[in-house]
């Protein structure tokens, strides 16, 4: 009997040390959520990159090399990203590396070209190729706005 109450009593604080440490991952779980992702805006037509392409005239920065504007639907990719900070960066904006035929992203000034860009909020260059964007707007549409700061990089860079 005496050794049946012994570990009734043992077992009360594990009890209560195991019920402690779900309650402090629930509350540390609830404040950790990642904020929501904001609503995106329908794309503004059928085809917004085609629609940025239109009459665009790239120069090479390479002597003797021709550029099709086409080529940049690939070599410009969008894609969601989960905001994970306050800054709420919510999309990725990745650049092959053909788009050093156009301008040199670094420093020509591609970040402040896309800021400019209608329904751009924030534009951060982590790296040579990437961009991280926070925006409304419908992929299709930042993919349009970052081929529009690229060809506008590329003009100025003549």
Known sequence: ????VLRVLLAVPRLLLALGVIAWALIN???????????????SSADPVGDALVGARPVSR??????DVEDLRWIVGVGELEPVD??????????DDVVSSYA?????????????????DAVAHTDRE?????????????????????????????
Do not use: K, W, Y
């Open 1 to 4: 009997m005496r050794g049946r």
């Open 104 to 120: 040199d992203v670094a420093v020509d000034g591609l970040e402040a070209a896309l800021v400019e860009q209608p329904g751009i």
């Open 62 to 67: 390479i002597a003797g090399e021709r550029l």
């Open 130 to 158: 990437v961009l991280l964007v926070r925006s409304v707007l419908a992929l299709p549409d930042v993919h349009a706005a970052v081929v529009r700061a690229l060809l506008a990089v590329n003009r100025t860079g003549e």
């Open 86 to 95: 306050e800054d709420g960066f919510n999309t990725v904006a990745g650049l």
């Open 29 to 43: 779980v609830a404040l950790r959520r990642t904020p929501p992702r904001p609503v995106r805006l329908d794309p």
